[in-house]
């Protein structure tokens, strides 16, 4: 084995394995065994062909006794595989002391189930890789901050298409709208349903997010035709924070929202 610079955090993730599995005084076979994985995994994880999985980090961490290094080396995988054009996105949500989002195609990444983001990922890109098993626990990993002793408060408003668009089948719907219900009744968080009947509203150009930061200036993210943009200027932040206002008026309240969730439900 030679030191050298990873070029990438799967290349640096494959490098502390491979070093870890020579000093436990295994081979590949025996890790993999131990692993109840395939020789060949191993060795892809380890050249940095496929990305590692949380899971396959934690059993290696124990096998391997490595207090979590291959763990917290999974973490920067995990960042890593977020496009770049998310990963401002992604910093803002992380520091944000509340977030305020409308969501017209699917409910909001923190609030989506694992079989939900994964349909919705492998739709995207039009077929299943290892690209999206990453991308998904990227997505779900996101979510921990929800969990946090101090989590962000969150208000979603979310239109009534994305309950009704079908991704993944009738069972992963079911779970996701059952996943949205049991986080409504979470005291930070407040979920509100835009029905079809409200008509012309507020943001029906455009989804967004406004990140409310502990410094108390707030941050806009927009998604327009031409992708997702991050802005501070006080005169569109400030007219957005008033359209959510008004989104928020103009939605179902929180209790008729659930009614509408199970209602959609049933339908199915």
Known sequence: MTDHDPDSAAAFFGGELARARHRAGLTQEQLAEKLNYSRGAVANVETAQRPPQREFAERC???LGTDGLLVRAWKMVSRESVPAKYRGFIEEEERAKSIHTYEQTFPPGLLQTQAYARELLAGVR???DNHVDTQVEARIRRQEILRRDDPPRLRAVIDEAALRRMIGGPDVMRDQLQHLLKMGEMRHITIQVMPFGAGAHAALN??????DRLNGQPVLYYEGPT?????TDSGVVGDAVDRMDVLRAQALSPDESADLIR???EEL
């Not at 992708?227 to 802005?231: R, T």
Request: hydrophobic residues 50%; aromatic residues 10%.
């Open 206 to 211: 455009g989804q967004m997010t406004i990140f």
């Open 126 to 128: 039009m077929a299943y």
């Open 227 to 231: 992708g997702g943009h991050l802005m």
């Open 61 to 63: 961490d124990e096998i």
């Open 263 to 265: 209602q959609v439900m």
